[in-house]
């Protein structure tokens, strides 16, 4: 089986063709300014696993135009990697969220674009690309199965007590206004990693109490409890939770209206600031980019020092909270940019922890590759690095959504 996993963003598609018999990658590509308009043309960038890379400038106006040029990159030119498009056998597509309807992988057909249409009010920035690379793959390749993978489906499980907020429930109801969570693909794939990693360390992999931290240019937490997600940091949106790259995490709600009058903003303004403006660019005053932050920071920036100080203070408090939260704690793991690159954030969210039971090891966390411990041998709690592989899963979970159809007949 070859898989294509796509995932659209507000201008760029990134895509993987892998060949699943061996789990491989055969090419990776990135069309970045899809739709510039005037003079500015995309980028393309295509990376077959055994060519030379292929990268050039084109006028690419839409992710329609960008789906047909994913085609001709796989199939035609110098990086090409399939004789045919048919050698294609099912298209996976990233799908940030699925509101309440879907919990896990699904074959895209009408009914389920109706749904994933209903969840743009909830997701108005990503669900609209996603559903155009939906719409494009269908086009370019009719009659393949199409699988949406969603962001939001491994926090379903969470109980009412974490998603709910105390607002009035009607607004629940009528509205959906509750927490879904997102990264749920890496969430899943890293805590069942770990799992699987406590097992082969002869602890209870199975039943252990798993906090995960995807720290990245977006950062969530989640907490997963017997192999299933119990909390999240990030809400009904990815705004809420930790700092993040531009956006502020969690804030005091009255804020909001507090700057509309202070700054004479609207409040699609202070969103955009929120979620653009905030976060470690915000406090540095320098970068989004956690290693110019360090690096700023190392060489005494104050703004930047207090960007790290905050970033890692909330890291720490949600690591209590859900140890709290699952009435204990068997595992940390650190995945995405910053969690698996950075030994000096690791050391500082986790030093003094050993209350909790859990004891870095400085020496293993400075050094090693790969998914690995960074705890002590005696460290009652485990801490992991593992890298996070979310195409690889959705390309799993394509292959799967397509067999069970098939069994349904
Ligand atoms: P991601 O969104 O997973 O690609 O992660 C991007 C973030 O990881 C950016 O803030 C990068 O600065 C950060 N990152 C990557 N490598 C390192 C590193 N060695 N040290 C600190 N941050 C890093």
Do not use: W
Request: proline letters at 4%; one cysteine or more.
């Amino acid at each position: 089986m070859v898989v294509l996993v796509v995932n659209c963003g507000s201008s760029s598609l990134k895509y993987i063709l892998y060949d699943m018999r061996t789990e491989t990658v055969a090419a990776t590509g990135l069309i970045e300014r899809i739709g510039g308009g005037g003079d500015q043309h995309a980028v393309v960038h295509h990376r077959p696993t055994d060519k030379d890379r292929v990268d050039y400038e084109s006028s690419i106006e839409d992710h329609y135009a960008a789906v047909q040029e994913t085609v001709k990159l796989l199939t035609t030119g110098e990086g090409k990697v399939l004789n045919h498009l048919d050698e294609i056998d099912a298209v996976g597509h990233r799908v940030v969220h699925g509101g309440e309807a879907f919990c896990s992988a699904v074959l895209i057909n009408e009914p389920v674009i109706k749904a994933i249409e209903a969840c743009v009010s909830l997701a108005p920035l990503h669900n609209p690309p996603n559903l155009l690379g939906i719409r494009a793959c269908m086009a370019a390749l009719p009659g393949k199965p199409q699988v949406a993978v969603f962001d939001t489906a491994f926090h379903q499980t969470m109980p009412r007590r974490a998603y709910l907020y105390a607002l009035p429930y009607e607004l629940y109801e009528r509205h959906g206004i509750r927490r879904y969570g997102f990264h749920g693909t890496s969430h899943y794939y890293v805590a069942r990693r770990a799992a699987e990693m406590l097992t082969q360390m002869g602890r209870d992999g199975a039943h252990a109490r798993i906090v995960t931290c995807h720290l990245g240019n977006g950062c969530s937490m989640s907490a997963v409890a017997d192999g299933v997600c119990v909390d999240t940091s990030m809400g009904m949106t990815p705004l809420e939770g930790l700092v993040m790259g531009t956006r502020s995490g969690d804030i005091d709600p009255a804020i909001i209206p507090f700057l509309e009058e202070k700054l004479g903003k609207t409040g699609a303004e202070i969103e955009r600031m929120l979620n653009r403006e905030s976060g470690l660019l915000g406090l540095s005053g320098t970068s989004n980019d956690m290693r110019d932050v360090s690096e700023a920071a190392r060489n005494g920036h104050e703004g930047a020092r207090a960007a790290v100080d905050v970033f890692c203070y909330r890291v720490r408090k949600y690591i209590g909270a859900y140890a709290a939260a699952m009435g204990g704690l068997d595992a940390v793991v650190f995945t995405a940019g910053i969690g698996e690159n950075s030994p000096e954030l690791r050391e500082r969210i986790l030093m003094g922890l050993s209350f909790l039971g859990l004891d870095v090891d400085p020496e293993r966390n400075r050094s090693g590759r790969g998914d690995r411990v960074i705890s002590t041998p005696e460290s009652r709690a485990a801490a992991f690095v593992i890298r996070t592989q979310e195409e690889l899963v959705i390309a799993r979970e394509t292959l799967e959504a397509c067999k069970q159809a098939v069994a349904a007949g």
